[in-house]
């Protein structure tokens, strides 16, 4: 039985710890789970390359091969995802521990969510590249973007928004039943988000055959929706685990670091999106 061990049951739990011996000895603190994220996140962009390569007019694999390496590379990243945060908040939670105010965590996901701008400026970066040459571009005629489904689905996720602002509100106020309710609203609502983008990329393959392949537009908007809907997902996974967290009782008032980065997170990603729409829906739609 380790440390750990014992000091859960001192708290009166009995929790299996998965991340307890996840670092090299030797090293302190330092933890696997942010390579094995990175691996995984590697693994997605060599997925859709390989996906790209197979579906040229002279493919020089099967496109199976892309397919399963951006799937297996998913779970790898979540997987990775998940161990990271166990290791960073709910370890440290049943053996004791803490992280004091919680500053650095805050100001770490303030450098992480700098470099996710320079990711998404340098997609944002490509789709202006291309906007200012001729337009609409040579290739197959663009499909109806600003849809329906676009505008709910943004309003879906703005709304998710503000159901956890209120639920963290609600916590630092003491309300732990308003805050389980904002955070289960928001969970629920960010899978929504997530089916509506699936809906929509069905309808824009199946039903208008816009693909990846579909053009130097196509290429942005699913690089760009793509890699925004891995963020949901990510987000998603998040809000599940300070969820079930919170169901366990573990956030108060005073004790809320995990819920303010991924709060900080989410907001990050809504923004994201508001801006995607106007840039990459309604601006393609307009044409001088």
């Given at each position: 039985?380790?440390?750990?061990?014992?000091?859960?049951?001192?708290?009166?739990?009995?929790?299996?710890?998965?991340?307890?011996?996840?670092?090299?000895?030797?090293?302190?603190?330092?933890?696997?789970?942010?390579?094995?994220?990175?691996?995984?996140?590697?693994?997605?962009?060599?997925?859709?390359?390989?996906?790209?390569?197979?579906?040229?007019?002279?493919?020089?694999?099967?496109?199976?091969?892309?397919?399963?390496?951006?799937?297996?590379?998913?779970?790898?990243?979540?997987?990775?995802?998940?161990?990271?945060?166990?290791?960073?908040?709910?370890?440290?939670?049943?053996?004791?521990?803490?992280?004091?105010?919680?500053?650095?965590?805050?100001?770490?996901?303030?450098?992480?969510?700098?470099?996710?701008?320079?990711?998404?400026?340098?997609?944002?970066?490509?789709?202006?590249?291309?906007?200012?040459?001729?337009?609409?571009?040579?290739?197959?005629?663009?499909?109806?973007?600003?849809?329906?489904?676009?505008?709910?689905?943004?309003?879906?996720?703005?709304?998710?928004?503000?159901?956890?602002?209120?639920?963290?509100?609600?916590?630092?106020?003491?309300?732990?039943?308003?805050?389980?309710?904002?955070?289960?609203?928001?969970?629920?609502?960010?899978?929504?988000?997530?089916?509506?983008?699936?809906?929509?990329?069905?309808?824009?393959?199946?039903?208008?055959?816009?693909?990846?392949?579909?053009?130097?537009?196509?290429?942005?908007?699913?690089?760009?929706?793509?890699?925004?809907?891995?963020?949901?997902?990510?987000?998603?996974?998040?809000?599940?685990?300070?969820?079930?967290?919170?169901?366990?009782?573990?956030?108060?008032?005073?004790?809320?670091?995990?819920?303010?980065?991924?709060?900080?997170?989410?907001?990050?990603?809504?923004?994201?999106?508001?801006f995607l729409v106007v840039v990459m829906y309604a601006g393609a739609e307009i044409t001088l």
């Amino acid at each position: 039985m380790t440390v750990a061990d014992d000091s859960a049951e001192e708290h009166g739990h009995s929790h299996h710890l998965p991340a307890v011996e996840d670092w090299p000895r030797g090293f302190g603190e330092a933890s696997w789970w942010p390579f094995i994220t990175a691996l995984g996140g590697a693994g997605i962009y060599v997925g859709a390359a390989l996906f790209v390569l197979a579906r040229g007019e002279q493919p020089i694999l099967d496109s199976l091969y892309g397919s399963a390496v951006f799937v297996g590379s998913v779970g790898v990243f979540l997987v990775g995802l998940y161990g990271w945060v166990y290791h960073a908040f709910v370890k440290a939670f049943w053996t004791g521990g803490g992280h004091g105010d919680g500053s650095a965590l805050r100001w770490g996901m303030i450098l992480f969510l700098g470099s996710e701008i320079a990711t998404f400026g340098a997609g944002f970066a490509y789709y202006f590249f291309i906007r200012v040459g001729t337009w609409p571009p040579s290739g197959p005629e663009l499909p109806h973007l600003l849809s329906s489904l676009v505008l709910i689905n943004t309003a879906i996720l703005v709304v998710s928004s503000l159901t956890l602002h209120w639920g963290h509100v609600e916590l630092r106020k003491g309300n732990r039943k308003n805050f389980l309710i904002g955070m289960g609203a928001t969970l629920l609502l960010g899978v929504i988000f997530i089916g509506g983008q699936v809906l929509e990329y069905y309808e824009f393959i199946v039903n208008e055959g816009f693909t990846l392949t579909s053009g130097i537009y196509a290429s942005a908007f699913f690089g760009l929706t793509g890699l925004h809907g891995l963020h949901v997902s990510m987000g998603a996974v998040l809000i599940g685990i300070v969820f079930i967290r919170a169901l366990y009782g573990q956030y108060t008032a005073d004790r809320h670091v995990s819920v303010s980065t991924v709060s900080m997170y989410w907001h990050f990603v809504d923004a994201v999106w508001i801006f995607l729409v106007v840039v990459m829906y309604a601006g393609a739609e307009i044409t001088l």
